[in-house]
């Protein structure tokens, strides 16, 4: 435990009597006082996360926007100025290095924000392809904090605090802005499906924004409740559904991969690659799902695992997502989880578990 | 954190309470389980009839994010089985000591000897 990170929270969460744990190297805290509170909070009015453990690059120069549609599988070069886009970070064999949240702050300012757990992984492969482009690259992560303000009431309470920039900042806008507390990255995006913003910031002026949240009476919410949020609208995370050992194409986000663009690093593979394995979402309605369970077809064979589970708070039944053999996919979408010694009968879901509500 | 150890009951090292009435033992979680656990959200109990080794698992409780395995405190017979937790887990977290898993007919009296008392129990939590 000694040499575990502290995000500059910490003392605040110790202090609201958080469950810690450890997480990608830092004491998170995983629950301040309960999962069901926590997550609800988010889906019917607003919760905040420390986020600061996940990584912020900057890519700045001529090429930035260039460098950073090279390394993704989506397009972030058609993006607007001002816009955010989700993507993969894929190897030439099309394997997964990360998944990732590319901001184009300016035509030559490119934020990239990280798995926490993916940071130095992640930073050599963009060091590695840097110096092929005119632009500067350096890995910021230590002085950045990051707030996900989640929730319905997210905009009101950013137009209190005077943090709002415009009407015009919808889903997955980002822009720089001067707000009372000092200069911040703002970001309509986030991991609940609701809407909501991310804020990035220096120490102290995360610290403030942290602290007027509170005023607000913005529930805080811990690591437990963001995975049961994710999970309830289907988004993958990176060591679960994504790895270093599957592409996206097996993984459910072959909307993340645009094969018309001229080149990123994965295409060619990509471009005759049979997919391995197939993303499902299932529910059981007695017993909850847990990573590694088996997945079967209707004659008890094994065709798949469970990736990522929990019981569901808004819906109240056990949900998750598995990755099920291409090949083996049953047509009769008939499928059995092995929960200890029962085989129970799964729903398969063609939509989220949850719709959230982002706008 | 809390941590309420009723003075009338035993206690295992796995955070289980039993109430010992002659050869019949009521069995539960405590205080200080629920409080770890967080959010219960299912609980898995045994058939009536089941022969229990002691310390064998006799059923699972889940919290949203986590997985437990109950253990039989002592060896014996599963006399009942609190289903009603089934459509209301989260009992388990509001009144810990009201909220009985199974009773267990008792096998081997001089087992019940190696229950903790509340004393010992309050140092297993430190």
Partial sequence: MDNIKKTSLHEVHLSLGAKMAPFAGYDMPLQYTSVKDESKAVRDSAGVFDVSHMGEFFAEGEDAVKFVDYLLTNDFAKAEVGKAVYSPLCREDATIIDDLIAYKLSDKKVLICVNASNIEKDYSWFEKHAPQFDCKLSNQSEDFSLLAL????????????????????????????????????????????????????????????????????????????????????????????????????????????????????????????????????????????????????????????????????????????????????????????????NELDANYHTKAFVAGGHK | MANEIPSNLKYTKDHEWALIEGDVVTVGITDFAQSQLGDIVFVELPEVGTQLDSGATFGVIESIKSVSDLYAPIAGEVLAANNDLEGEPEKCNEAPYESWLIKIKCSQETELEGLLSPDDYEKVCE
């Fill in chain 1, 150 to 341: 989640q929730g319905p009431k997210s905009e009101e309470i950013l137009r209190a605090l005077e943090i709002f920039p415009s009407e015009d900042f919808t889903y997955y806008s980002a822009r720089e802005v001067q707000s009372p507390v000092g200069p911040l990255i703002l970001a309509r995006t986030g991991y609940t499906g609701e809407d909501g913003f991310e804020i990035f910031g220096d120490h102290d002026a995360i610290g403030t924004v942290w602290s007027q949240l509170m005023e607000k009476e913005v529930v805080p919410c811990g690591l437990a409740a963001r995975d049961v949020l994710r999970l309830e609208v289907g988004y993958p995370l990176y060591g679960h559904e994504l790895s270093d050992d599957w592409t996206p194409f097996d993984a459910g986000l072959k909307w993340t991969v645009k094969m018309d663009k001229e080149s990123f690093i994965g295409k060619e593979f990509l471009s005759t690659y049979k997919p391995k394995y197939r993303l499902a979402k299932l529910s059981l309605e007695k017993g909850i799902p847990r990573e590694g369970y088996e997945v079967l077809n209707s004659k008890g064979e094994k065709i798949g695992w469970v990736t990522s589970g929990t019981m569901s708070v808004a819906t109240g039944k056990g949900i998750g997502l598995a990755l099920v053999e291409k090949e083996k996919f049953p047509e009769d979408k008939l499928f059995k989880i092995k929960v200890r010694a």
